[in-house]
């Protein structure tokens, strides 16, 4: 049996392993029949871009996107020039209108600002991951993705550390985001602004940087199952950052680790003030990131990681 005589029920399922890109190249030219499958079927369309000329992106978009954007369910943009054409009043990103998953490599913050006042327009928009240039205006772009008002996940780096300044407390929440992941360097004001914001929050991560020493002290805040299990992973912790951090969000937490080097662990008095503000917590566990690691800094474990810490039941 050749491929041409299969039922187009098969050719569809086909296809949900393939990304539309290659089913474009593979069978949009074949013959009458696959055209009219890709142009005329109602099957969910999943378009990764990395690396492509302009001239056969043009033709892609020309033969197919063009007609099919209602269709597109999730969209992932690496190459520079895809990125600028799809923010740009050309693509209108607003006619996506089935959009559910958008990640972007490497945007300037222009075109992310662009694109963003099109993305609310979308009702289907719950997961949104950008990495973004230098020059970024960080506080326009925050304000735009707390009024995305489907989305549920959103992952954001920043390709400067440079601080977040002025950036109010929300008086009025209203994002819907339950996991945020911010990939950049702030203080702990910077940190509870966001989170005001962000009154659904479940997941948080967040790599915070204590700027009086900014090569010595990076935390990484993971929060899991609405608020209830916490761990903190960096290479010097400071005692009064966690322990204000803590004590402002965490209340509600049920099990605590923490991934740190040894000028915290050899700190003989740092716990027993954290642990008094969790009265809920049943499970502490600490890790020794200088033995995880060997000599100088290392990655350490990830979140559900044990390193060389031992849990431990309060």
């Not at 407390?169 to 911010?182: A, F, N, R, V, Y």
């Not at 969790?278 to 200088?290: K, N, S």
Request: negative net charge; proline residues 5%.
């Amino acid at each position: 049996m050749q491929l041409e005589d299969l039922a187009n029920e098969l050719i569809y399922e086909i296809f949900d392993y393939l990304d539309t890109c290659h089913v474009y190249e593979g069978f949009f030219n074949l013959n009458t029949r696959f055209q009219n499958i890709l142009i005329d079927s109602t099957f969910p369309i999943h378009i990764n871009i990395s690396l492509i000329s302009k001239s056969k992106f043009h033709r892609y978009y020309i033969d197919f996107i063009q007609r099919n954007k209602h269709r597109i369910q999730s969209l992932h943009l690496s190459d520079p020039f895809t990125i600028d054409f799809f923010s740009s009043s050309t693509a209108d990103i607003t006619k996506c209108s089935q959009l559910q998953t958008l990640v972007l490599n490497e945007i300037d913050s222009q075109s992310l600002e662009n694109l963003l006042i099109g993305l609310t327009s979308l009702n289907n928009l719950s997961s949104l991951s950008i990495h973004v240039g230098r020059d970024s205006n960080k506080i326009t772009i925050y304000n735009l993705i707390f009024h995305l008002s489907i989305l549920k996940h959103c992952k954001i780096s920043f390709e400067e550390n440079v601080p977040l300044e002025y950036l109010p407390m929300s008086k009025s929440p209203s994002s819907s985001i339950e996991h945020l992941i911010i990939n950049d360097n702030y203080n702990l004001n910077e940190v509870e602004a966001i989170l005001s914001y962000v009154p659904h929050i479940r997941r948080l991560s967040i790599e915070y940087q204590h700027r009086p020493y900014p090569q010595a002290a990076l935390i990484f805040l993971t929060v899991l199952n609405n608020l209830t299990h916490v761990c903190v992973t960096g290479d010097s912790l400071t005692n009064v950052g966690i322990e204000q951090f803590i004590k402002n969000y965490f209340r509600q937490i049920k099990v605590l680790h923490i991934s740190a080097n040894q000028s915290l662990s050899y700190s003989g008095t740092w716990l027993k003030p954290i642990l008094s503000y969790l009265p809920h917590v049943h499970v502490f566990d600490f890790a020794d990131r200088e033995l995880q690691s060997g000599p100088g800094p290392g990655p350490g474990p990830g979140p559900g990681g044990t390193g060389t810490g031992t849990g431990t039941k309060i």
